[in-house]
T-cell receptor
Framework: RKEVEQDPGPFNVPEGATVAFNCTYS??????FFWYRQDCRKEPKLLMS???SGNEDGRFTAQLNRASQYISLLIRDSKLSDSATYLC???????????????FGTGTKLQVIP | GAVVSQHPSWVICKSGTSVKIECRSL??????MFWYRQFPKQSLMLMAT?????????EQGVEKDKFLINHASLTLSTLTVTSAHPEDSSFYIC????????????FGPGTRLTVT
């Protein structure tokens, strides 16, 4: 099983639609979770952190389900500018004084259609 | 704040030559820097992690002698691809964090390497 799994998509949705992505992770000790957005041929940019209590930022809502080991991202009222690849990122704690382990999902591609 | 730059943004080199990529944190001191590689339509793969003044920790399958990492100061890390081959052509991205215990990373804009 992959450490972090995402549906690659693409998700083709009309403007104004609501779309949701899930991401599952395999390490129950994972501590921090993020959603990043990556545009074609660009570096990833942090979209939002994912907290246990869930968090919302405008049209974006992120949630964490530790019991089932998945995180989700909900985008409401999709805009054309939301078209991008959304990367799920899971951080695991350092092992034996080493470094934190950062694992990226393969990303889910979203295409918002006029 | 939290800006990370990379140089060059793209480079074309001949097979067998070496290429150095610089990663700089412009407005903060980066105790830890990460180097990633991303092939087309694939996710970012962590290559190595480095702390300033110490040796980098390489991920499994990444050759230390081929990908030389030097984190000489709190604002600069370099990745040198030695004896580059066409299969090394990829998008190389660095990220930096001001605090080793911080989980938030700031990414550079990436360097697109093409080896002919």
């Amino acid at each position: 099983r992959k450490e972090v799994e995402q549906d690659p998509g693409p998700f083709n949705v009309p403007e104004g639609a609501t779309v949701a992505f899930n991401c599952t992770y395999s390490n129950s000790a994972s501590q921090s979770f993020f959603w990043y957005r990556q545009d074609c041929r660009k570096e990833p940019k942090l979209l939002m952190s994912v907290y246990s209590s869930g968090n919302e930022d405008g049209r974006f809502t992120a949630q964490l389900n530790r019991a089932s080991q998945y995180i989700s991202l909900l985008i409401r009222d999709s805009k054309l500018s939301d078209s991008a690849t959304y990367l799920c990122v899971v951080n695991n704690p350092p092992v034996s004084g080493g470094y934190q382990k950062v694992t990226f999902g393969t990303g889910t591609k979203l295409q918002v259609i006029p | 704040g939290a800006v990370v730059s990379q140089h060059p943004s793209w480079v074309i080199c001949k097979s067998g030559t070496s290429v150095k990529i610089e990663c700089r944190s412009l407005d903060f001191q980066a105790t830890t820097m990460f180097w990633y590689r991303q092939f087309p339509k694939q996710s970012l793969m962590l290559m190595a992690t480095s702390n300033e003044g110490s040796k980098a920790t390489y991920e499994q399958g990444v050759e230390k002698d081929k990908f030389l990492i030097n984190h000489a100061s709190l604002t600069l890390s370099t990745l040198t691809v030695t004896s580059a081959h066409p299969e090394d052509s990829s998008f190389y991205i660095c990220s930096a964090t001001p605090d080793r215990d911080s989980y938030e990373q700031y990414f550079g804009p990436g360097t697109r390497l093409t080896v002919t």
